[in-house]
């Protein structure tokens, strides 16, 4: 850990360089910088504009289906015999997790700015059916860079893109993951400037991106405060959510990151174990600078960039946002693992007690709750956010529990 | 400087990376690589290219020492844009290394003076936009583009991206005051090598060869400008 200086508010980043104490920034190649400070500009003026926000707030309403419920979920509470376990549930979205609330956002600021192609990276297919069901919607073009190998382990997805008319790019560079995807589509963005809008699923990238993400997804949190306010009259006591490059986590703290009350968790994707091949880059990884920001990333002793491994596929990325980098030095929020095998049982536990089937990504959070939450006493307030559903993980699940479709 | 995600560029300075990677490569040993050729060589300017995170790993200020002592010249790094010059580029000029910036098709008269401000060496025109090795430029918008910054510099003016062949270094160096080849290069070295992906004793001669036919280019347009 990088020792920080603490402030006297959490939820005041990114500064005017982009920064989140030394992380975040704009580490671009100069073809990208002035689209970035274009970018910037547009989203500053869009997100205090109340004719954008009253369109969002539409789309939030009748497209994806918002506000989503908070729920309590009451036999996964009695059989963990502690905290009250509240579900923030995500995966009612349209779609089918959080990531759409980000990308209504940024297809509305495509279209504020004109731009007539969108791009994106995908890892899990998540951002990447989002990406391609809001250009279906807006009759926008969509080309969707994923990972070969992320190809081959989520073609439900896959074919769902198709069917919703983007082209789906498998990308062969590397290890063929989401972080090479997330190269191609930078590649792809220095080659057509013009008319095409990058848009981002995670809170990383260049600066304005994490920032914007992270606002766009703060509808999680606000809900949240408002519905817990609503169900028990005060504050939760612990937050979790899962992190792979950090953007349904943020969007459910950022909101709390001042009250100091409330007990704040990430949970990274630990795969095989801390100690073997995995995707926690706070637990496992260094500062260093790749995708256009510093963050805690996976790497060798070189600065040479390490594959993540995590069984899911959405938390694979061998970085996490800048924001998230801060707020571990900082002492805010406390970074947790879950392994491979914790992701696999707390997705058996969520389905059998309450009739969820959880994505493998949201899988991870669980299992910290499944841990946590019988540690703390009945009146303890916990939300976890479910940040999707687990209907793309059912063929591989089925494999690894051998019952193969 | 070999990095395993080199985002400006395209397929074959990806594999060339990655390639001298796995055969071991390190920031340590390329610096290695400038003394030994420094030996023999005094003269020859050495301009190291890459990108920014193994050299943060490395240590900013110890690279900038080991550098300077080795004989590095130059550097070139792709992901730091002027908006981050505290990081490398303001330390190295005060080592005395030039930090060679990349003005863009996408660098407007706005933003060209930022981007100048302290280039120091040459500048180097990026004639697309787009990943090096891919496509090729358009000879006439890149004459046009290197006027344009000759009205805001007196350094000298080199352009790549995308020249693969002498004629091409000809077409550029009628108004261009130096021609950057990096893939078709590293694509000569690439088909040079044996199954196992080392060197040939045909790989030197590969290289020296297109070399002196792109030099030639060189001349032929300098001579017809
Ligand atoms: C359901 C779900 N949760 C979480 C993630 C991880 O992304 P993030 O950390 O940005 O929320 C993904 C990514 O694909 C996902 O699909």
Redo the contacts with the bound molecule.
């Keep these: 850990m990088t020792a920080q200086p603490e402030p006297n508010s959490f939820r005041t980043g990114a500064d005017e360089r982009g920064r989140f104490g030394i992380y975040g920034g704009r580490f671009v190649a100069e073809t990208l910088m002035p689209l970035i400070l274009d970018l910037e500009k547009a989203y500053a003026e869009a997100k205090d504009d109340p004719s954008f926000l009253a369109e969002m707030r539409a789309h939030q309403t009748h497209y994806i289906g918002r506000p989503s419920p908070l729920y309590f979920a009451e036999r996964l509470t009695e059989h963990l015999g502690g905290a009250k376990v509240y579900l923030k549930r995500e995966e009612l979205n349209h779609t089918g997790?959080?990531?759409v609330n980000n990308v209504l956002g940024q297809i509305l600021l495509a279209r504020r700015m004109g731009k007539k192609r969108i791009i994106a990276e995908?890892?899990?297919g998540?951002?990447g059916v989002a990406t391609a069901t809001l250009c279906a919607r807006f009759g926008l073009e969509c080309v969707v860079f994923m990972g070969a190998v992320d190809v081959a382990r989520q073609a439900p997805n896959v074919f769902r893109m198709k069917m919703l008319g983007a082209t789906v790019v498998p990308v062969q560079s590397g290890a063929k993951t989401l972080k090479d995807a997330m190269n191609e589509a930078l590649r792809d963005w220095v080659t057509n400037v013009a008319d095409t809008f990058y848009c981002i699923?995670?809170?990383a990238g260049p600066h304005p991106y994490p920032t914007i993400v992270r606002d766009l997804q703060s509808v999680i949190g606000d809900e949240t405060k408002a519905q817990m306010q609503e169900a028990e009259g005060r504050l939760p006591d612990s937050l979790f959510a899962?992190?792979?490059?950090?953007?349904?986590?943020i969007g459910l703290f950022h909101p709390f990151l001042d009250d100091r009350s409330v007990e704040i968790f990430g949970v990274e994707a630990a795969g095989f174990g801390l100690d073997k091949l995995n995707a926690a880059s706070i637990a496992g990884g260094q500062p260093g600078v790749l995708h256009g920001n510093r963050t805690y990333l996976l790497m060798d002793k070189d600065g040479q960039i390490e594959e993540g491994h995590s069984i899911s596929?959405?938390?694979d990325y061998p970085g996490i946002g800048p924001e998230h980098a801060w707020l571990n030095d900082v002492g805010r929020v406390t970074y947790l693992s879950a392994t491979d095998e914790e992701a696999v049982e707390a997705f058996q536990v969520l389905s059998k007690l309450e009739g969820i089937i959880p994505?493998l990504?949201?899988a991870h959070a669980i299992a910290k709750v499944l841990e946590h939450a019988p540690k703390r006493p009945k009146d303890h307030l916990m939300v976890v956010n479910l940040?999707?559903r687990g209907d793309k993980d059912v063929p591989q699940m089925a494999d690894r529990l051998g019952m193969p479709l | 400087m070999p990095f395993t995600d080199p985002m400006a560029d395209g397929p074959a300075i990806q594999a060339g990376g990655l390639r001298a990677l796995k055969g071991g490569e390190t920031l340590e040993k390329t610096l290695h690589l400038v003394r030994d050729f420094r030996a023999h060589d005094a003269d020859t300017p050495i301009i190291l290219m890459g990108y920014y995170n193994p050299i943060y790993i490395f240590g900013v200020e110890r690279f900038l020492a080991e550098a300077k002592d080795a004989g590095v010249d130059g550097l070139i790094v792709v992901d730091l844009p002027p908006e981050e010059d505290d990081e490398l580029c303001l330390p190295a000029l005060s080592q005395g290394i030039a930090f060679i910036r990349l003005a863009t098709p996408t660098t407007d008269d706005a933003r060209l003076p930022a981007v100048l401000k302290n280039t120091a060496g040459f500048v180097y025109y990026v004639s697309v936009t787009g990943v090096t090795g891919v496509a090729t430029p358009d000879f006439n918008v890149v004459a046009s583009a290197v006027s344009r910054l000759k009205r805001h510099t007196s350094l000298p003016v080199a352009v790549g991206f995308g020249v693969k062949t002498p004629e091409h270094a000809a077409a550029i160096a009628a108004g261009a005051d130096g021609v950057v080849v990096g893939s078709a290069l590293v694509e000569a070295v690439r088909q040079s090598l044996d199954g196992e992906g080392r060197a040939t004793p045909g790989t030197v001669k590969a290289v020296t060869d297109l070399v002196s036919a792109l030099a030639a280019g060189v001349r032929r347009g300098r001579a017809a400008a």
């Excluded at chain 1, 899962?242 to 986590?249: E, F, P, R, T």
Aim: charged share 5%; proline share 0%; net charge neutral.
């Design positions: 997790s959080h990531k995908t890892g899990a998540q951002h699923g995670t809170v899962c992190v792979g490059g950090g953007s349904n986590a596929a959405g938390l994505a990504e949201s940040s999707g």
